[in-house]
């Protein structure tokens, strides 16, 4: 069933609430709002839609044109400008000046939201949620998280500190498809309290309602709150919520964060043995479950200090992902990062994966490049 109304689908209407009260409960927020979205992309869209609403309402109304010129920031790591792009034209965005007072680098133009990525998707780096909120209440900014791949970690004892802060946050993006394995797709994104205004008139509402009179009619015999449809610009929506429910009723939340403890490990595993092998070079320490690293054919070994070996290790990685495609043996993602050459990144999220196949990778990393 498509869930706009509570009439056409009561139950997903229901199990989408308890989900996402539970997923806000992580984070640390005791009532609040949120949706579910077609992916992070999307939800991240949402967020900046509704810092720029909350900040000027006459938006709706009057257009765009009508606003001053805005601006976010966002860290350089950010995994993804569409948001911005789609809603007003530019994926231009500014990283997080090193001056307390960002207003004055930004020649008349209005900040209104600041972008925190937790868990960004190369490098699995953290921004810091604590000191970025407090620049963003002393400036009167929305503070958005993307955790879509690092939030998760809420449920892992050892890794909650990389998310200190994220309670302060006004959205938070969180994909439980990444890190937990929930089929795709499965994206939240999550509010906090609003209870200073009745649910039907919350951000979500007033910013994306349109009050279609043939759906969402105010006289209904039930309770008109559990229609859900009109907070968001979609109408037409799939039960995402109920991948998540099916898999946290089948394990628990113990189960979930074995789930990351268990990709943790699997990281930890790799790295050791990464630093283990000759021909194997880390691209920096792993801060989370993201592991980069260079793959150094033996014809490179011992070169580092020649004026070409950059410019001929960035070449191995296209070539060994050509040779693993066509021998059907692995698929292993690889990419450059600013003045880094392409090197491997290397996430471990299912749970069946094994040391074995950990071991393998690397085996046939050695056997595919042998001769390079």
């Not at 007003?88 to 001056?99: D, E, I, N, V, Y």
């Not at 008349?108 to 972008?115: I, S, T, Y």
Request: hydrophobic share 40%; with cysteine; net charge positive.
């Amino acid at each position: 069933s498509s869930r706009y109304t509570y009439e056409v689908a009561p139950v997903f209407v229901l199990m989408e609430e308890v989900v996402l009260a539970k997923l806000r409960e992580l984070v640390g927020w005791s009532r609040g709002d949120g949706i579910f979205a077609p992916g992070g992309s999307i939800s991240n869209m949402f967020a900046i839609n509704l810092a720029r609403f909350q900040r000027f309402p006459e938006c709706r109304r009057r257009g765009n044109w009508a606003l001053p010129r805005l601006v976010l920031f966002a860290s350089q790591e950010v995994g993804r400008g569409k948001g911005a792009d789609k809603i007003w034209g530019s994926s231009r965005t500014l990283p997080p000046p090193p001056a307390p007072d960002p207003p004055q680098l930004l020649g008349g133009a209005e900040p209104f939201l600041v972008c925190a990525t937790s868990g960004t998707t190369v490098l699995g780096a953290f921004d810091p949620l604590d000191a970025i909120a407090d620049i963003c209440q002393r400036h009167s900014l929305w503070l958005h998280v993307d955790a879509a791949w690092g939030g998760s970690a809420l449920l892992s004892s050892a890794h909650r500190h990389l998310l200190a802060g994220i309670e302060r946050a006004n959205s938070v993006t969180w994909n439980p498809h990444k890190l937990l394995g929930v089929g795709l797709q499965c994206s939240a994104l999550l509010l906090p309290d609003t209870s200073v205004v009745p649910p039907q008139q919350g951000l979500l509402q007033r910013c994306h309602g349109a009050g279609a009179s043939y759906l969402f009619q105010p006289d209904k015999f039930y309770d008109a709150t559990y229609d859900p449809g009109d907070k968001t610009p979609q109408c037409g929506r799939r039960v995402d919520c109920l991948k998540l429910w099916l898999l946290w009723k089948a394990i628990g939340t113990q189960g979930l964060a074995q789930r990351v403890q268990r990709a943790l490990d699997a990281t930890r595993y790799l790295t050791e043995q990464v630093k283990r092998r000759e021909g194997f070079q880390l691209v920096l320490e792993p801060e989370f479950i993201n592991l980069c690293f260079w793959f150094v054919p033996p014809s490179l070994r011992g070169r580092e200090g020649s004026s070409d070996y950059w410019s001929c290790l960035g070449k191995v990685a296209p070539v060994l992902k050509e040779r693993m495609m066509k021998a059907g043996s692995m698929l292993l993602s690889y990419q450059p990062h600013g003045t880094k050459v392409n090197f491997f990144r290397q996430i471990v999220t299912s749970p069946a994966v094994t040391k074995a196949d950990l071991d393998f990778l690397l085996d046939e990393l050695e056997r595919l490049g042998g001769d390079l």
